[in-house]
């Protein structure tokens, strides 16, 4: 499996440097849509409380 990451990752990085490319998209995408769900219920929660 990470070989086939690996390729794919260098595969879609295109002209991006090296140091992106070595992370996999699969794990920004996820932090992302962590990140933005953690924003959302934050300002929902601020929200109600408020």
Do not use: C, D, T, Y
């Not at 920004?28 to 934050?42: A, E, K, S, T, Y």
């Amino acid at each position: 499996m990470r070989r086939e990451a690996k390729g794919a990752a260098h595969a879609r990085a295109g002209n991006m440097p090296p140091a992106s490319s070595a992370v996999a998209p699969r794990i920004i995408v996820r932090l992302f849509i962590m990140w933005f769900i953690g924003m959302w219920f934050i300002g929902a929660s601020l929200q109600a409380f408020a």
